[in-house]
């Protein structure tokens, strides 16, 4: 199997095990080439709640700017805490920056 198959296959198996509420939202992580995007979602009612990516940031650590982006639209929004889905990737480099950042923001992973 390639890496890509795996990494499907592993999503699967997290998805099978999580999902969103409204209180405690799925915070999903998408990891392009160039840029990731994160999103909460309610999965009860099918709704991102907040949404961030580092298309808009600039500089070194578009990362954890993006996370902090997203960290403080869920504060507004009520949420102090989320299921993390990092969608089949393995939690190491720019994923484990966002759970870091996320964390420092004062978002309960």
């Known amino acids: 199997m390639t890496r890509q198959e795996n990494r499907i296959n592993r999503h699967r198996r997290i998805r099978a ?16 080439h160039k840029h990731i995007h994160l999103q909460l979602i309610d999965d009860e009612k099918s ?15 578009r990362v954890v700017d993006a996370a902090k982006l997203l960290a403080k639209s869920a504060a507004k929004a009520g949420i102090k805490e989320a299921v993390f889905d990092r969608g089949g990737n393995i939690y190491h480099g720019r994923v484990e920056a966002v ?5 420092e923001a004062g978002l309960k992973i």
């Open 47 to 61: 709704v991102t709640v907040a949404s961030a990516s580092t298309e808009k940031s600039k500089g070194k650590d």
């Open 99 to 103: 759970g870091k950042a996320l964390r």
């Open 17 to 32: 095990k999580i999902s969103g509420t409204a209180s405690r939202p799925r915070l999903s992580l998408f990891k392009s």
